[in-house]
């Protein structure tokens, strides 16, 4: 780390709900440990299900992209389930080209992984 | 890595027993392989039961802890399970403010990170 | 990172094989979107079936390895199950000694870290 800010990425594969409100509790968590951490969720696979506009933690993740937190949604995936607008996904979600290519990126840069799920 | 020494946490979230027996035997290995590796296992969630004082692993992690293995349990976690007291732990237990938290900051610091589970 | 290269280490131990077609079709995706990436799929556990001789991916498997990803199989898991012959595996799998142990030294050398899975 030549950089003094932290940095994570969750990487987020599944739609099991109870795992989605022991993220979003544990990036709570951390926030208060680490207040200046940047800090991206990484959606692919059933994990993009979580920034569906539909969702019902579209307000709570709302809230939380307004503190910072980056959502982002796989392209790849959403080709794949025929998810082609964004109007889809909350209105926070980002798009980005491919979840994993994401998180080796980040990596890379020298951010810190999380695998999300138990 | 500026670092010579290998250093790895193994980020622990569940109470799948078959999992913390396959955990104890790769670590194991791992020392077997790597002698001088540093090892943390950092529990939460339904992970943190690995150290309840009553687990039925306790003399092995006792065993694994006098030979240099590192045991830490989120404090997040105990909290909201209501363990207030360390004697509800085993006794090589340690106790951090954030899992989550600590994973991050291990890597940062050049530590490797290996999620346990399948 | 000191190297301008991206290298990716994928930690495999499952052998449910929806999750076997997703990392084929994951790794199909980087390789898409990072052309000159390096990738690694390090298995050890149930998730040395990948490698098996008998699996049905084996085609697939040894195409991609002629595309250049490599593929490891733990030496520990292979021992615990009686598999002491290479050809056991398919021929483009690589026998490394501990699957932990490379997972942490890949990573010490700069390689991003993936955990296969949901």
Redesign the interface.
């Given at each position: 780390?030549t950089d003094k800010g932290?940095k994570?990425v969750f990487?987020l594969?599944?739609n099991d709900e109870q795992v989605w409100k022991?993220l979003i509790k544990?990036i709570g968590?951390?926030q208060?440990?680490?207040p200046a951490?940047i800090v991206e969720v990484i959606t692919?696979?059933?994990g993009v299900e979580l920034l569906f506009s539909n969702s019902r933690f579209s307000n709570v993740l709302e809230e939380m992209a307004n503190r910072g937190i980056l959502f982002s949604a796989c392209r790849?995936t959403l080709n794949e389930r025929g998810v082609s607008s964004s109007s889809d996904l909350i209105s926070v979600a980002r798009i980005i080209?491919?979840a994993?290519?994401h998180?080796?990126?980040r990596?890379?840069?020298?951010w810190?992984?999380?695998?999300v799920?138990?």
């Open positions: 780390m932290y994570v990487h594969g599944t022991s544990q968590n951390v208060k440990e680490v951490i692919h696979g059933l790849n080209p491919s994993l290519a998180l080796i990126f990596q890379s840069e020298g810190s992984y999380i695998k799920g138990i």
